[in-house]
Structure formats: C-alpha cells, structure tokens
C-alpha cells in the first residue's frame, strides 16, 4: 500500500487528467449498454419491435463499433490519439442525442450503428493514451482502475438506467449519455495539453474499408442467418473479405494491422482469449433482464437491482486483478476468472419459470468474480507485449476482438431467437419459449467459453516454454 501511494504522488497533473478521462469514457458507453438492456421491453413495446428486431438495436452499434475499431486505431497512431479521440466522443454524444429522439425502429437502429462507428473511435484510442502517460511498471494498476470505471459503468446503469426507463421513459437513457460526452469532451480540452503518436505513416483506405465491410458482413450474416436469405452469403463473404484484407496486410508499406504481432504467442493468444469471453459472456445482462421481466414479472427498477451484483462485483475486483498481474503471470490470473465465468454459464443454463432467486443470484457472483479476474489482467498481458509505438493498433486490436466478441454474441442469440420465437414481440411469445431460448444461448456459451479456456492456458504454456 504504500508503493502504491508513493506511486500515485508522483504523478504529474497531466497524468492524473490522462488518467480520469480514461475512467470516465470507460464509464459511459458500458453505462449505456447496461442500461439499455433494462429498456429493451419497453423500446419494443414503444416502437413494436420483434424479439429479433430489438436484438438489433443492440447489435448495430456492435457490429459497427467492431468494424470500425482496426482503423480508428490506424487512425489515431498516424493523426494523433488525443485528437481522433475527441473525434469520437464528439460524434458519439451527437448520435446518443439523435437516438433519443428517433420515432421508428429502423431509425433507431440505423443511429445505433452510426454511434458504435462514434464510439469505436473512443475504444480504439482511450488505452492507447493511458498506456502513454504511464511507465511499464504501473500500466496494471492504472489499466485496473480504468476496467473498474468499466464495471462502475455496468453497475450504475441496472439500477438508473431502470430508474430512467420506468420514470422518464427509455429515451432518457440515450439523452443522460449524450450530456456526458459533452462534459467528457469538455474536459479533455481543458485538462490535456498533449498529444500521442505512434508510426506515422500513411492511412490505408482501401484496406480498412474491406476490413470493416469484411466484419460487418461476417458478424452481421451471422445475426441474419435464420432470419434472411442473404445470411449465410454475408457470413461467406466476410470470411473472404477477411483472408484477403490479412494476405493484403502482409505486403502494404503501411498497414492497418501489423500481422507480425500475432506471431507473439502472448498478443496472440489474449486476444483470441478476449474474442471468445465476451462471445461466451457478453449478451448475459441482455438475456437475465429478458428472464427477469419477461418470465419472472418484476419491473425494470427490480430486475435493475438484480443485475447490479454482477458488475459491482467486477468491479470491486478489477484494480486488484490489475495490481495482481504486475506480480505474476497475467494470463493465470485471466485463465482463472474465464473458468469462474464457465461456472456461472452453467448454473444460468438451468433456470426455468420458477428457479429460486438464490440461482439468478449465484450466476451471477460467479459471472462477476469471473469477469473481474479476467478482463484487466488480460488487457495488461496485450498491452505489454507490444512496443510504445504499437499501442495504437494494440489497443485497437484488443478492442476489435472484445467488440466482435460482444457482437457476436448477440448475433448468436438473434440466431437462436429466431428458432424459437420467430417473428414474434416478448410479450406474444411466452415464458416457455422465452425460457428455452435463454437456455440454448447459455448452454452454447458454456462450450464456448470451454474453448476459450483451452485457449487462455495454451498461451501460458507458451510463454513458460519460452522463458
């Protein structure tokens, strides 16, 4: 405790500004998607969305975050990450306003995907800045505080977006977001003089736009698959786009993603690690506020303080993950926490109509200390096995493989709602075939997140056979 404090002493203003820009962007796009997951029954209700339409409005804005991240980083290397941050969180407050005042589905999710490009831009270069101001030696503890601001995010938005949603109405969420941004937006000119850069360079067009249509062909087609006939040809055409975008990035001067990097087993393997966790773990809050207002009748303020376990849990847990991951390996301390996460998987895989509260209540303690183990650790082991110049494109990495594995992860589920439910809206479909749906989504993730334990300890063997 007190290195810690020493450490905290002796940064500068200019580190400290750095520092709480990075917790509160960190906060505000979880807070959203926390709190949105308490307003899907009424957007659907309001706007007479399907299950599988409202399914998009939280999936756009992933699917569009995670197409447009590997750029924004590209982007922010070459023109400055302070500056295409600001780029970012400027849109991004925009498009949450015209969010809040959409009047159809179609524009609503149109405008959800707008905002994750926005917000893509904030993701990619937010790490990249942290990770600049500090030294190697304490980037654990302050990636660790910034993942809290994260799980701070997740808590906070249960309880008030719940409060919002059954007060002021579902469009509040996106207004409150908005205000934010701009006070975000504010700040950063106010408080921080400087700039980053990596590798100058030049920007690659050409490959980063067949790269985003790659992903969201891939991601999207997966989302559309039962629901469209283009499905699966999108899904075919993204897996295309994206062996040729890595064969074109092997030989462009200047590219968007330095393939190289993945040749180390410890980038390589965190990020594959990331990919499949928040496929497994991701659409977890999405499906329980479902179950809870859907199946088990309670109202956006009680299923709120439900879901509020899980994220006060990670984090409470997140800064000491991070402190721990200075001291040992990076990767057993995530490996631990994804297999905390399968655990929980496998307990919500068995809740039914009338499951007694104390099993939504262990999932979920489980789920949290799982999260809590995983995420910062993890994000440490990527960050640290790229040089100061690569962190742009590291950071963008990381996050490309934590926004494809949230989008994914809805996608699944759209896949597996559309089995089940069709066309039809939550309140037409029932709890049986509600209930069902929710259990095949869980049951799928547990055999990802199986595999993503395998993954996670492959790349700690890795590292011990080069030591």
């Known amino acids: 405790m007190a290195s810690s404090a020493a450490e905290t002493a002796t940064w500068s203003r200019e580190q400290r500004a750095v520092l709480v820009v990075a917790c509160v962007s960190s906060f505000i796009t979880p807070y959203m998607a926390s709190a949105l997951n308490l307003a899907v029954p009424a957007i659907g209700r309001d706007l007479h969305l399907s299950a599988v339409a409202l399914n998009w409005v939280v999936g756009a804005y992933l699917v569009a975050a995670a197409a447009v991240l590997l750029p924004a980083g590209r982007l922010g290397d070459i023109f400055g990450r302070k500056r295409v941050f600001m780029w970012g969180i400027s849109l991004h407050a925009g498009f949450a306003l015209a969010c809040g005042l959409a009047r159809s589905g179609l524009a609503l999710v149109a405008l959800r995907g707008a905002q994750g490009a926005a917000a893509a831009l904030i993701f990619a270069t937010a790490p990249a800045i942290l990770t600049s101001a500090f030294p190697l030696a304490q980037r654990g503890r302050v990636l660790g505080l910034s993942t809290a601001s994260v799980y701070l995010g997740l808590s906070a938005g249960p309880v008030l977006g719940g409060l919002q949603t059954h007060y002021w109405g579902w469009r509040s969420v996106f207004v409150v977001v908005a205000l934010a941004s701009v006070g975000l937006a504010a700040g950063v000119v106010a408080a921080i003089p400087d700039e980053w850069r990596g590798d100058r360079g030049r920007f690659d067009p050409g490959g980063s736009a ?35 975008f890595v064969a074109r990035e092997t030989r462009a001067p200047f590219p968007s993603l330095k393939v190289s990097l993945f040749r180390n087993p410890g980038f390589a393997f965190s990020n594959l690690a990331a990919l499949i966790h928040y496929s497994a773990t991701f659409a977890v809050g999405y499906l329980l506020s479902i179950y809870l207002q859907g199946v088990r009748g309670l109202d956006a303020r009680q299923a709120g303080l439900v879901l509020l376990v899980q994220p006060i849990l990670m984090a409470a847990l997140s800064p000491a ?19 905390l996460s399968l655990v929980a998987l496998v307990v919500l895989a068995r809740l039914g109509p009338t499951s007694a509260s104390w099993m939504v209540g262990l999932g979920l303690v489980l789920m949290g200390v799982g999260f809590g183990l995983f995420s910062s650790p993890n994000t440490n082991a990527v960050m640290s096995a790229v040089g100061a110049s690569d962190l742009g494109v590291a950071a963008a990495a990381l996050g490309t493989a934590r926004m494809v594995g949230q989008a994914m992860s809805m996608a699944l589920v ?34 990802l997140c199986g595999v993503g334990i395998v993954a996670s300890l492959a790349r700690s063997s890795l590292d011990r056979q080069d030591a």
């Open 414 to 447: 759209a896949v597996i709602f559309q089995g089940f439910l069709g066309g039809k809206t939550l309140a037409a479909a029932g709890s049986g075939p509600l209930v069902a749906a929710m259990r095949g989504s869980f049951w799928l993730f547990v055999a």
């Open 321 to 339: 993950a991070g402190r721990l991951s200075d001291r040992v390996q990076p990767r057993l301390v995530a490996s631990a926490g994804m297999a």
């Open 210 to 244: 067949l790269y985003a249509a790659s992903v969201a062909g891939l991601v999207g087609g997966v989302s559309a698959w039962r629901a469209v006939v283009w499905g699966p040809w999108a899904v075919l055409a993204g897996a295309v786009g994206l062996t040729a």
